[in-house]
């Protein structure tokens, strides 16, 4: 038999560093992570890239201000984002810094490519331009004279810069659009489409004026502008084009998870300078929704921004995982409350999961000594597992979390009818097959989502958290080593 692994290679947005992360950043990468981890499990060859975004002016002023120097300024906030990472169970292979020497040489190679495929013109720049989103509007965009994205002043820029063709690859991306899948939700993609087939106009992608960015390599005077600088992570990030290992296994990615609202420059812009460079592209963009807090927009001047580590330290890393993942469809936004999360950790983690593990692992402690736990599957035939692999194989993990969820609830709702606590002997014995096992399937399955918790339930089965044992055994017996631990969750007092 030739088994065949495949490569799966995913990435998040690298993250500014002159700002704290808040909910809303760890929301990419947790749902990254999940799916990582789903493909990890199922035994793909996985390659995970988180990072920072580190030039610009934003992050220049943002240096100033704090009365720092550019470089330790980033390095004081990049390590904050690596400690975040750490305590959120982010598993990622490789953290990308834009500072990173390699990757500074990656950026200069993939435009001296452009330019020999005479895809880079110089020209007059002039348009609208908002420092903090490090973006130029066209008079249309913008909202009351302000920034559409952040409501901030915009200024007139008018300056010397190199541009991208990307009008010439209108056809091509047209094309691309019409036989692909490529971005999900759909209607992001009809979107993309839309703007696309509405005619695309050439980019510029230098700036005389930032100097904390790289060089660019045609003219001293002039520097890359931080999206081209940070797109090239994902190429930077597989060594290229130094090293060919990484790349040559590795690229194209098989899914970039983003926010929305840089979704243009993940399906537009960057397809168009791949194809410049004859590379191939990403199989998918998963645009993520925003999530709001008590219906409103995270911002610091309206002082609502949530800091997930507090989060973390009052309910754990995994009651956030499960809240972001279980709240909201992925690409669909979200509000985050106080009662909607606490909601969610008593009524679900608590009442439905810590529940039925307590209760299962109580059973059969008291089971008599020797008790063999034998029995013929009945419950396990409640587990769509061909319908979860379906869901995560689209990228579709808050189906795939109901879809664990609906058999937590089988398996607490067989307790109940067969009314277990009171059967003995064979009986008792067959259902205490069942449930251990539904147990042993559940640590296995919840893991890429909660991965403390599924550690916690292998723990006190003595089981293994393996994708090819999630089936019921064949030989009709639960064949763990019982040790029964504390709850899972422990229940919040409203
Ligand atoms: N540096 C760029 C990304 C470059 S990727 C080659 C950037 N950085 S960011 O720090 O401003 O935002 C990173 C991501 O966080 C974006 O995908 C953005 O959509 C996401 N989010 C920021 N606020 C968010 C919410 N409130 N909710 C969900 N995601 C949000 O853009």
Redesign the pocket.
């Known amino acids: 038999m030739v088994i065949t692994i495949s490569k799966f290679y995913i990435t998040t ?4 560093a002159n ?1 704290k ?5 760890a ?2 990468n947790v749902i990254a992570d999940v799916l990582a981890r789903w493909h990890r499990l199922i035994g793909d060859d996985v390659f995970f890239v988180t990072g920072s ?1 580190e030039h610009g002016e934003k992050i220049e002023k943002a240096a100033v201000a704090a009365g720092m120097q550019n470089i330790d300024f980033v390095d004081y906030e990049v390590k904050k984002f690596k400690e975040l990472w750490q305590r959120l169970n982010i598993s990622n292979d490789r953290f990308i810094r834009t500072t990173e020497h390699a990757h500074e040489e990656a950026v200069k190679a993939f435009v001296e490519l452009l330019n020999k495929n005479q895809d880079i013109y110089k020209a007059k720049y002039s348009g609208w331009y908002c420092v903090y989103e490090e973006t130029f509007w066209t008079e249309l965009e913008l909202k009351n004279g302000k920034c559409p994205e952040c409501g901030r002043d915009v200024k007139i820029l008018e300056e010397d810069a190199y541009f991208f063709r990307l009008s010439k690859y209108q056809d091509k991306l047209l094309d691309f659009y019409n036989k692909n899948s490529f971005i999900l939700p759909k209607y992001r993609q009809t979107e993309m489409l839309n703007r696309i087939s509405g005619g695309l106009k050439d980019i510029s992608i230098t700036r005389p004026s930032v100097k904390w960015a790289i060089q660019f390599p045609f003219d001293s005077n002039q520097y890359i502008y ?2 081209v600088d ?2 090239v ?2 190429l930077s990030a597989l060594g290229w084009p130094n090293s060919d290992v990484d790349f040559n296994k590795f690229w194209p990615p098989d899914v970039h998870v ?5 979704n243009w ?2 399906s537009v812009v960057w397809p168009a300078l791949l194809m410049s460079c004859g590379l191939q592209l990403p199989s998918n963009i998963l645009a ?5 807090v008590n219906n409103e ?2 911002s610091k001047s309206k002082g609502n921004v949530i800091d997930p580590i507090s989060l973390i330290d009052k309910y754990s890393a995994d009651a956030l995982r499960y809240f972001l993942i279980k709240e909201k469809s992925i690409g669909e936004d979200g509000s985050f409350s106080n009662d909607a999360f606490i909601a969610r950790i008593n009524g679900e983690l608590v009442a439905d999961l810590g529940n039925l593990v307590y209760r299962v692992l109580t059973l059969a402690e008291k089971a008599e000594e020797g008790a063999k736990f034998e029995g013929r599957n009945e419950l396990g035939k409640k587990l769509e597992l061909e319908k979860l692999e379906k869901a995560m194989a689209d990228f579709d993990i808050n189906l795939g979390l109901n879809i664990i969820w609906q058999f937590i609830r089988e398996a607490n709702k067989y307790i109940n009818d067969n009314k277990a606590w009171a059967l003995q002997g064979a009986e008792l014995s067959n259902a205490l097959y069942n449930l251990l096992e539904s147990c042993r399937l559940i640590s296995i399955l919840i893991y890429p989502f909660m991965p403390e918790t599924g550690e916690k339930i292998a723990a006190q089965l003595g089981t293994k958290i393996e994708f090819k044992y999630c089936s019921f055994s064949p030989d009709g017996k639960f064949s763990g080593k019982i040790k029964k631990g504390d709850y899972l969750f422990k229940k919040i007092k409203i």
Request: aromatic content about 22%.
């Open positions: 947005p690298i993250y500014y700002d992360l808040h909910l809303g950043h929301n990419s975004d931080v999206w940070a797109l992570n994902y983003i926010g929305k609202d840089i420059f993940h993520t929704g925003f999530w709001t927009k995270m």
